[in-house]
């Protein structure tokens, strides 16, 4: 499978734990973005990477969370102090080129904060 | 308030029935995409289109992309209960990020 890959798909964790979730994006594709989505809504964006830079952090994203893409292949979102209010669906895309043209998605991650 | 506003948020129809859906903003876009979602997976593009005033027609679905590139609609023809799922539209603005719309959640009732 040559698609956008996320792992694990579900993650259940405690209150005040840190959660770390992988992103593996299409091969040879410079561009990778992180969204948030809850029930009911679209994603929301919280960053995005054009190779290995970091180029725009959504004011959604508190000191608590933190992405890398150390060598523009893989991405990781890690959330450091999770809250019950982080519950939600992580989504990690991935494009080439200079725009957010033929954005592809993987099928994110759910993280549950109990 | 966010940058792509879509209607209706919510659209419940019969099998066989024709339905737009809209994706409207105050800012230019160099490109729209129309995506679809069902529960618990990740959205699936269905369509790009950066020029103007552009028509495409995927089977039943056609998108049209605004003159002035600032809205978009989504039209379906002869709906079916496999059309049921979350469709969201995405704008990109130069070379910048991609921001989506909260979505229209359509149900196709056989």
């Known amino acids: 499978d040559t698609g956008v890959s996320q792992d694990p798909r579900h993650k259940i964790t405690k209150r005040g734990q840190n959660v770390t979730f992988r992103c593996d994006p299409i091969s040879e594709h410079n561009r990778l973005y992180w969204y948030r989505q809850t029930l009911g809504q679209g994603p929301e964006f919280l960053t995005y990477f054009q190779n290995e830079a970091q180029l725009e952090k959504s004011r959604l994203l508190s000191d608590r969370f933190s992405a890398e893409r150390p060598k523009g292949s893989f991405s990781t979102l890690e959330i450091q102090r999770t809250e019950q209010g982080d519950s939600a669906m992580y989504l990690c895309?991935?494009?080439?080129?200079?725009?957010?043209?033929?954005?592809?998605f993987g099928q994110g991650t759910r993280l549950t904060v109990v | 308030t966010q940058l792509l506003e879509q209607s209706p948020q919510f659209l419940s129809i019969q099998e066989g029935e024709n339905l737009t859906v809209y994706c409207n903003s105050s800012?230019?876009?160099?490109?729209l995409q129309w995506y679809r979602q069902e529960p618990g997976e990740g959205p699936v593009l269905l369509v790009t289109v950066v020029t103007g005033g552009e028509v495409k027609k995927l089977k039943r679905l056609t998108f049209q992309f605004g003159d002035a590139r600032k809205d978009s609609s989504l039209h379906i023809t002869a709906a079916q209960p496999g059309d049921t799922g979350l469709y969201l539209c995405?704008?990109?603005?130069?070379?910048?990020?991609?921001?989506f719309g909260a979505g229209t959640r359509l149900t196709v009732k056989p």
């Open positions: 995405a704008g990109t603005r130069g070379n910048n990020d991609m921001r």
């Open positions: 895309a991935s494009s080439f080129g200079q725009s957010g043209t033929e954005a592809f």
């Open positions: 800012s230019v876009f160099s490109s």
